[in-house]
């Protein structure tokens, strides 16, 4: 290397003398010297995305696959075969062509495609979806196979649970422009009231005059950074002024798939002018976030009269307390069939104005502290019960090994009996087909091994399900 600048210079000027000569130029013969891979292809599309979400419910099936693909090769393309496998099943294969202003544009061209089979899971568990492009044009081969796949672990539930939106308002019975804007927001509350919780907390600015404003209404206008009034939070979304908000909204947000259930139900208690809340949140799929917090807002409806300066006679939705405090009760992470359970309790102080306990309701909701969406939220049961959560699962010494395992290789299963029991053992396939099978047996306490001879299948994930005594466990085996 030439650590001197003016032999640098001289060089430089010596090579464009001679490629000059060559009638060549110095951009143009490095450009000859790149390597080839850096070399566009006249034929290349990648697939990017199968469009599953990575948990979907077994009751939302059939399930579309939307195909996005991108063109980074250097020809347009009209035309395509759109494919896609789940796990070691069939290959799902349909032709598209392009509309005439829909093509893939060379070098960067992106489009979507739904593919015309969609995808019905047998049973809930893990499956990997892969989905590519073929047959190019009707006769060009991709030339860069390698970056063909798009491949998606989709995690199959049994059910997803009906999502209550929650609409946040922050309000003031001191703002004019909030007054005027009390009877439409009012209206689209009571057409939505199916879909979502209102909660609406008041504040004693920008000028003095509202007495409802609590502690805990302060701290969740300034937990979504909100510096003006009349704003509102679609599920803990981006604040808004409350005068945009539409039906249309409260409909997309009610749609959201929603693995998380809350069973909630409280008392009030006369003599100790005392409300108490108990809920429980059950995670119904995997992937649940770490970040989660769990709350109950105690609600009046309607208050009258207002004594707001502002000309509305009566305040609805107003937040009273949140419970067990503005922070909420943290939840951590749960295992798909976990519950988390809240029971607190808040007893009406002499400063709460005009606070009526036989009107009072709650409103329970969990909450990400990180992205701050409101995942699901429950109107809780007044005198109720909270419904019979099923037994926990015994332990069980069940294990599998080796795991991953060799193709053609052979894993062995172990389970651990404190007593005799009936077990059965089978392995299943990601499309839910049975490869292997041990018939129910009597066996003695103790452990006990069951040799998987797996010569037959191919590549992949499968379900190692044992049943002992009517009880089933399953276990993952990747198999490579």
């Not at 104005?353 to 701050?372: H, I, K």
């Not at 939220?377 to 699962?393: F, I, K």
């Not at 091994?449 to 399953?474: E, H, K, N, S």
Request: glycine share 8%.
């Amino acid at each position: 290397m030439m650590k001197n600048p003016v032999l640098r210079v001289y060089a430089a000027a010596g090579l464009h003398r001679l490629f000059g000569c060559l009638g060549l130029s110095v951009g143009f013969v490095l450009l000859l010297l790149q390597p080839a891979a850096a070399q566009l292809l006249p034929f290349d599309v990648r697939a990017l995305s199968s469009g599953l979400a990575p948990v979907v419910a077994q009751t939302q099936a059939p399930l579309a696959l939307n195909v996005e693909f991108r063109n980074v090769g250097t020809n347009t393309i009209w035309a395509i075969d759109v494919n896609y496998r789940v796990g070691q099943g069939p290959v799902q294969r349909m032709v598209h062509a392009f509309p005439a202003n829909g093509t893939l544009a060379p070098q960067g061209g992106r489009r979507t495609v739904r593919h015309t089979t969609p995808w019905t899971p047998l049973a809930p568990g893990q499956y990997i979806i892969k989905c590519w492009g073929s047959n190019l044009n009707q006769i060009r081969v991709d030339g860069n196979p390698a970056n063909d796949t798009a491949t998606t672990v989709v995690t199959v539930v049994a059910r997803a649970a009906p999502r209550l939106t929650v609409l946040e308002v922050f309000t003031s019975g001191s703002c004019p422009i909030c007054g005027a804007g009390a009877a439409a927001l009012e209206a689209l509350e009571t057409r939505q009231a199916s879909r979502m919780a209102c909660l609406h907390y008041q504040q004693n600015f920008p000028g003095n005059g509202d007495y409802y404003q609590t502690l805990e209404s302060v701290r969740r206008r300034q937990y979504y950074g909100i510096q003006a009034v009349p704003y509102a939070v679609f599920d803990g979304g981006a604040p808004e002024p409350a005068n945009r908000l539409s039906d249309a909204e409260v409909v997309l947000r009610q749609a959201v798939p929603c693995f998380l259930e809350i069973d909630a139900v409280y008392t009030r208690q006369t003599a100790a002018r005392t409300v108490r809340v108990d809920a429980r949140l059950k995670a119904l799929g995997p992937g649940t976030s770490p970040h989660l917090v769990l709350r109950a807002a105690v609600v009046e409806p309607r208050v009258v009269p207002s004594q707001a300066t502002n000309g509305q006679a009566a305040l609805p939705h107003l937040v009273r307390q949140l419970l067990p405090s503005a922070t909420g009760a943290a939840v951590g992470p749960l295992v798909a069939g976990a519950t988390f359970p809240l029971t607190t309790s808040w007893v009406i102080p002499a400063s709460a104005l005009n606070c009526n306990l036989a009107n009072l309701v709650v409103v329970v909701f969990a909450q990400d502290t990180v992205t701050r969406e409101i995942q699901q939220a429950v109107r809780a049961r007044l005198n109720g019960v909270l419904a019979v959560a099923p037994d926990a699962p015994t332990a069980l010494d069940f294990v599998l090994t080796p795991n991953p395992v060799l193709a053609r290789a052979e894993a062995m299963a172990s389970v651990l009996l404190p007593a005799p029991a009936h077990v059965a053992l089978a392995v299943t396939d990601a499309l839910g087909r049975t490869v292997a099978a041990v018939p129910a047996r009597l066996l003695p306490a103790g452990r006990q091994a069951f040799p998987l001879a797996l010569g037959g299948v191919a590549p992949g994930l499968y379900l190692v399900r044992v049943t002992i005594d009517g009880q089933t466990r399953t276990r993952r085996l990747v198999v490579e």
